[in-house]
């Protein structure tokens, strides 16, 4: 939280020592608009979404997820407007950023190839469960890691997502980082690098 699109972009290239960048796929980090933060007592920071705690034991701030589906659905369409086909396009994110795009991906765009969740969670009944529960087609792909050592957002969190999210059908693969707190690490960035291109590999050129 309170971290930029920029921000997170500089912090990978600082892990990796360059920028996370791929010959034939476009990265864009957006940022979360500013908006009063309920755990720090309603201070302005930007999030994706509120919380009424930092805890899987409580109900979703619905509201504002929703709200930030929205906006980010019309990214999604903006690069569809630029010629990217949907099964070209991956979301996810850090912590609240991977929650974001799972809420994004299970609830609003169920056509998207894959979504990735680094040290990320969802609450127990949350909304991306209830929408799976109705659901049969397709699901995107999940791509989940997580430190044993978060003191932020605990490993059983992201684990018990992981199992909930498998139980209704999503294809996933949850990597374990030992000793890893609520930060990302070389050879997780070195392995999401490996799911995107397995996700997206270069197009065959198309013959006239």
């Given at each position: ?39 720090k007592k309603g201070a302005f920071s930007t999030v994706w979404f509120d919380r ?157």
């Amino acid at each position: 939280t309170g971290d930029t699109g920029q921000g997170a972009r500089r912090w990978i290239k600082q892990i990796l020592n360059q920028d996370m960048s791929f010959q034939h796929i476009k990265v864009i980090y957006p940022t979360a608009p500013a908006r009063p933060y309920t755990p720090k007592k309603g201070a302005f920071s930007t999030v994706w979404f509120d919380r009424y705690k930092i805890s899987n034991d409580c109900p979703e701030h619905i509201e504002s997820i929703d709200s930030m589906c929205w906006r980010l659905t019309d990214l999604i369409n903006d690069e569809i407007k630029n010629g990217i086909a949907k099964n070209r396009i991956l979301i996810g994110g850090f912590s609240m950023g991977g929650g974001m795009a799972m809420h994004l991906a299970y609830r609003f765009h169920q056509d998207l190839p894959g979504v990735f969740a680094l040290s990320s969670f969802l609450n127990k009944d949350s909304a991306v469960y209830q929408a799976l529960k109705r659901n049969a087609s397709v699901l995107p792909e999940l791509f989940q890691c997580h430190g044993t050592d978060d003191e932020l957002v605990l490993y059983s969190w992201g684990e018990e997502t992981n199992k909930m999210l498998k139980s209704l059908g999503v294809s996933t693969a949850f990597h374990t980082f030992p000793d890893l707190n609520h930060e990302l690490s070389i050879t997780e960035i070195e392995k999401l690098k490996t799911w995107i291109v397995t996700k997206l590999p270069v197009e065959a050129a198309k013959t006239n």
